[in-house]
């Protein structure tokens, strides 16, 4: 071969690769954040060519193989030649990948401090010297810590981050990082919106779908390690046998990348699946039920999480049943599991149609005189707001109001209320909000993030949920950007103190492009898209005002449903005189359960942030707003600048176009068409229906609505997904 | 770039390509047999590189774009180099793709009759001479002739054809070739076991998922050209504006590629969305409501195909409601498709509850009658068996019993009743059966493939219609062989008399691998996986042994259905006695519906193909086979030989892992080991049933059930798919 065949030759297999890339644009978007293509930076190439010359890898354990096996398809494809990986060290090495009890005591030595700092879970990486070579190590406690060092280390090359000098000392600060599934035995997910269930029941537990391993692998990236398979409302039989050993095949594939598997226990499984006629919490025959399946469960899977449970919530049976308690019910549970190490996750997503007082309290009202009754692997589960996954509510007044009960942080990752997967909205931004909120519970810096990661309290345990915002589409969650949410929650997971523009730029970064001439503009579209929802829907502190049963499109006219606190008049309380829900002394009270320096600013319309006005505050529709505008006209202005957001949204993302593929940038183009159409759908629908108690013009900027108020609320939608 | 260094980077750039295609392998059969990897073999690599030197591709026309965009496609993954295509002609041209109408008229003179046979959908593939070059020509009459062209040529390339002294003329044989999908609006598939329906109805018409391309790519690759979007169990709703919208996305996006989009019309749609209070076909507000709906539907989708109806079957409604006739009811249809070129398939899957006799006979006893009735643009779809879509029927009798209406075949490609989508069944070799029985309508040599294609009775239109085995799945069809019934159904509605063996080779050397060693043993599988599922399901002319609902496992006790022949005990009328079916004169004379010739064979025991022995006669438990063994023994050794033979596959599955990767290997294993576990469920719990009345021992040779007949009946399914 001469040289010029060979340059030929590398023309036409460098075009080949072109070529591969595009007969494989239909499945953008299935890598995730955890595309390896080659990097092609001159400056970062050669550093880490130089650092991954000869790689040592401690192997050892199911883990750490799969570890190395992730560090191998990283490498081989963020450099584009395979790696050299040697299970046994050598002075030629460049890398070390190596658990702190099988590194030489001299090395681990000056940074013992490190080490009691990472605990379980943690990671160090480090640029070392050792007899004048460089070294880069990659190291942890147990065999998890490198898993999670190994993805970090990829993450880092992804975002071309120079190893100079690197010493990262990285630990989770939450214990349970947990996903909780809605998903349905027959495959329907509840409110999800990325097609069905991943988990193919008919074939378990003989076909393993490669995509079980590719979820458990995208989740242990971000540091996911629990992830709860079924739907809160859940059915019994997935504790009968034959869905036991489903969920065990399961529960083996995602072992080697550190997650736990658990399930969602019915209350009235005794009756159900026991053949017992009571589920009496208190019953001995209840008990030694719940303790064999126990046993069971623990044969089969003998790391199984545990149980999250909906209890007398929504029509679920409970403990209440029978006359007993939150606590009779989850203690039982947690002596069922305790033998095993599992733990109990109790929601306090509670509210009941017999109860006359405010939605928004009974949560509260209910769960805190409970404080310190529960079992020590007894975690309560609390909805980021007092009502239930609206584009803004304020934090829950149950945070730092129960010292003596580990509290887990339930956000949404999926979207409803906010768009289902067709609206980008990027979640972080939320969760960041509710994270960073005061209590006040031990005075000033007692924040919500505090409480969650146990540091306020001296929690034994914490924990945070996400429900899921997967499925069986191709690129997971249906909305290219909704994989952010994924992953900015799997980061405020393990630590819930990062900044979620930070976020933002990471998972842009990982997923398109490191030109910040890309990342800088679409950073500003996530970063404002959340307010953006919060304006077009449910600006100034109003909020369940989406229509019945699929929470599609706005309904703020629906008064007729059975239960009151169901229909959106309840929340919304418009008259001729005003709007928005009195939560003050003078109302429902319910600010009197945040801490008296919280309640007091709520209490006052002057005081109370306007984001949560209409929230705490009924008021006239010609009260006047901080900047003059009287309220209606800022309800209107709102919502037109909601709209006028995702117009801009849409613009900027047409700058983009240059820096992604064809694909990449039609498949989001599209959405945000029907987000810039839904988002005037809701101002236009919400508008007309408020005009008719404020009797009031929309002020100059407000668009027409494009049809009458009959014709919003004429629109049905028998098959929206996620019913 | 010196010698060495251009080599090393060429061997980087090589593994980097192994490690992208490790990378991909989740995806293993996205592809389906549209794969186009680089050719390695030595021999047929410069032929090809000579023939697509310089590629004249005569362009003009959005689905000739299509050809283009596939050829190079193709071309430049097989050859694994950039394709030099020219939009204009020149000397130097080894390649022509061109209608027949832009050739010069001296290069289309020796061919013309070839150009009159091809029609307007065939095609031709033939090496020519011009000034001494030689030239591969693909020409057509039309547009979509010159696609299937480039779809032949390059199925030609992955099986490594030599194109010397080429000389294909290729036509299909049958007009509408149709998928019938069984989608519903809220995206569940009835009998679909791969996933959930592909029409994400949410976002559309905005969104426009890229697997819908994808879809519309590999049915033009096969030549499918009709697809049926929704369920025969149909909505009203997918015929009004906001789902026609939606329709209309998805008709351009299959257009480019030859695929025209037909919907399901439930004939009681006038009242469901016309707001009539009646559906009766003669009503002249109905007949209006249809004409303005055809209008409307028509204005949005031009090249609309026409509706696909199931009326008075199972429920549905039609115009026997109102005491009219199938006849009535679909020219009315008809009539308002019409002006358009619209077609109405009217299907003849009915029995009722009301007819006492034999359901067997039924349809054809309903629909003979109507024989010339319909108007031209009525098509009558026949499934391939008169009761429905079993292991092995009888061909339907009413092929070739009407010989003035076209009938289109109803073949299922979805695999309920066959092990849904984890049993390897290969049904080209079903279809084959079915296509190749003789009916004697026109004396000898009258194959029912004879009257679907219209030569026999010399219809004006010709179709057959697939139920489509297609989901939301990364494979599409849940099993990758299953994608193997999906191609040969497309391959046999293009020609009814290839061989299923043909097919199957095709196929996985399509799929798969090229390599004999692989291919041979594997053919053999496929081949041999049809009788297997009869044997182990229902042999022996036994048919309709499934549980209720579902159709999932055996359920051949089941007895106390509202509906009669909704019962298993209706169909093998087992008793002390003996088993089978009387349909000779002496019971049901179901055998008088055909053709006296095939009559006579069917109604003696001694001229019975065995295969449809108890389909026909019911016979004592100790009635001689003719290899001697007796009936019961027979049926015993039947269930265990279709066991053994599912073993068998799985021996020969083991053999091929070598040739393929390691993904797809351990996919269909872990298949087979489900189809094993269920083959002997069936084995058991039918011979268990059975043997209550035959009151005989197990023949030596058939193992003894593991559990007893209870436990295989107190088996309950809730949430199998496709229900």
Chains 1, 2 share one sequence.
């Not at 919106?193 to 076909?207: H, I, T, V």
Request: with cysteine; aromatic share 12%.
């Amino acid at each position: 071969m001469n040289i010029s065949a060979a340059q030929v030759k590398i023309f036409y297999i460098i075009t080949f690769l072109v070529i591969m890339n595009s007969n494989a644009q239909s499945l953008e978007g299935y890598d995730l954040w955890l595309g390896y293509s080659k990097i092609e930076d001159p400056v970062i190439l050669p550093e880490y060519q130089r650092h991954t010359k000869s790689i040592f890898f401690n192997n050892g354990s199911a883990v750490l193989e799969t570890a190395q096996k992730e560090l191998v398809r990283g490498i081989d494809g963020l450099l584009g030649q395979p790696s050299n990986i040697h299970n046994s060290q050598s002075l030629l090495n460049t890398m070390w990948v190596s658990k702190k009890m099988d590194l030489d005591k001299d090395i681990v030595k000056p940074f013992k401090a490190d080490f009691e700092q990472i605990g379980k879970e943690g990671f160090i990486i480090k640029s070392i010297t050792v007899n004048d070579n460089s070294i880069l190590l990659i190291t942890a406690n147990e065999d998890i810590g490198i898993l999670y060092g190994v993805f970090k280390l990829l993450q880092l090359m992804k975002m071309h981050k120079s190893f100079e000098g690197i010493n990262i000392v990285d630990v989770p600060k939450i214990e349970l990082r947990m996903l909780n599934h809605w998903d349905n035995l027959d495959r329907t997910v509840e409110r999800g919106y990325a097609g069905f269930s991943l988990w193919n029941w008919q074939k378990l537990p003989e076909y393993i779908d490669p995509r079980y391993e590719d979820y458990a692998r995208a989740n242990a990236s971000i540091g996911i390690n629990a992830t709860v398979l079924t739907n809160v409302n859940a059915n019994s039989l997935v504790l009968t046998s034959a869905y036991l050993d489903k969920v065990a095949a399961l529960a083996e594939v995602f072992r080697p990348y550190g997650i736990k598997v658990y399930l969602t226990a019915r209350f009235s499984a005794p009756i159900e699946i026991g053949g017992l006629n009571t589920a009496d919490p208190l019953d001995k025959d209840v008990i030694e039920w719940w303790n064999d399946r126990a046993k069971k469960i623990y044969k089969i899977i003998p790391d199984f999480g545990g149980f999250l449970v909906k209890a007398n919530s929504e029509g679920q049976p409970g403990p209440q049943n029978y006359g007993r308690t939150h606590v009779d019910g989850a203690n039982m549970l947690a002596n069922a599991l305790r033998p095993f190490n599992g733990m109990v996750i109790w929601r306090a997503f509670v509210y009941s149609e017999l109860d006359t007082t405010d939605r928004a309290k009974q949560a509260f009202t209910e769960f805190v005189p409970y404080d310190g009754n529960f079992l020590d692997n007894v975690l309560v589960q609390v909805k980021n707001g007092p009502i239930d996954f609206q584009p803004r509510e304020p934090f829950h007044p149950t945070f730092g109001a129960m010292p003596n009960t580990p509290l887990v942080m339930e956000f949404q990752i999926t979207q409803e209320y906010l768009g289902f997967s067709s609206h980008l909205v990027f979640l972080p931004k939320l969760y960041e909000e509710v994270l960073d909120a005061e209590t006040y519970r031990k005075g000033k810096k007692s924040t919500v993030a505090q409480v969650i990661d146990g540091s306020l309290f001296n929690s034994k345990i914490s924990g945070m949920a996400g429900v899921a915002n997967i499925g069986t589409d191709l690129n997971w969650t249906g909305h290219p950007f909704a994989q952010a949410n994924w992953y900015g929650f799997g980061r405020l997971a393990w630590n819930p103190y990062l900044s979620s523009e930070a976020i933002a730029e990471e998972w842009l970064r990982l997923t398109y492009s490191n030109n910040s001439e890309f990342v800088e503009p679409v950073k500003s579209i996530m970063i404002s898209s959340r307010e953006a929802v919060v304006n077009y829907m449910t600006p100034l502190g109003l909020h369940h005002l989406m229509d019945t049963g699929h929470h599609y499109g706005p309904g703020p006219w629906v008064s007729d449903l059975s239960r009151p606190e169901w229909n959106p008049t309840y929340y919304h309380q418009a008259d001729k005189d005003g709007i928005g829900f009195d939560r003050t002394p003078s109302g429902s009270n319910a600010t009197s359960q945040y801490s008296s320096e919280i309640a007091e600013i709520f209490n006052a319309p002057e005081t109370c942030p306007e984001e949560y006005l209409l929230w705490f505050h009924h008021l006239p529709w010609d009260y006047k707003l901080k900047n003059g505008e009287i309220l209606w006209d800022a309800v209107a202005l709102k919502y037109q600048e909601g709209v006028d957001q995702v117009g801009e949204m849409i613009s900027i993302w047409k700058q983009a176009k240059t820096y992604i593929s064809d694909d990449q940038y039609n498949e989001v183009r599209m959405l945000l068409e029907i987000q810039l159409k839904e988002a005037k759908w809701w101002r236009n629908a919400c508008l007309l229906y408020f005009q008719t108690f404020s009797g009031k013009k929309l002020p100059p900027g407000v668009e027409l609505p494009e049809e009458n108020l009959e014709f919003y609320r004429s629109l049905k939608f028998p098959y929206a997904p996620g019913n």
